[in-house]
Nanobody, 116 residues
């Protein structure tokens, strides 16, 4: 059974930083997957935040470019999201996603709240 477990969320002040981590179960090897982070704010649709390909190519939503960095550790089977210069509009539940067509797997999410 595939499991993705996010951690690292919490409450942070405007301008602060958080590092999210996603640990994948041994049933998948993230080295074979496109790994992504998505977020969903209250009353809004889930949106793409950042992704990293099998080959390590990174992609970011315009709203987080220059502030967020995605990275992966194939040996540890983890994907991290370093979030700097956080803004109130970054408040959301953040989800880890693994895609290897036709399969797509999601974690349970971790709450990030940015407050003044």
């Amino acid at each position: 059974q595939v499991q993705l477990v996010e951690s690292g969320g919490g409450l942070v002040q405007i301008g602060g930083s958080l590092r999210l981590s996603c640990a994948a179960s041994r049933s998948i090897a993230i080295s074979n997957y496109y790994m992504g982070w998505y977020r969903q704010a209250p009353g809004k649709q889930r949106e793409f935040v950042a992704g990293i390909s099998k080959g390590g190519i990174e992609n970011y939503a315009d709203s987080v470019k220059g502030r967020f960095t995605i990275s992966k550790n194939n040996a540890k089977n983890t994907v991290d999201l370093q979030m700097n210069s956080l803004k109130p509009e970054d408040t959301a539940v953040y989800y880890c996603n693994a895609i290897l067509f036709p399969g797509s797997f999601w974690g349970q999410g971790t709450q990030v709240t940015v407050s003044s």
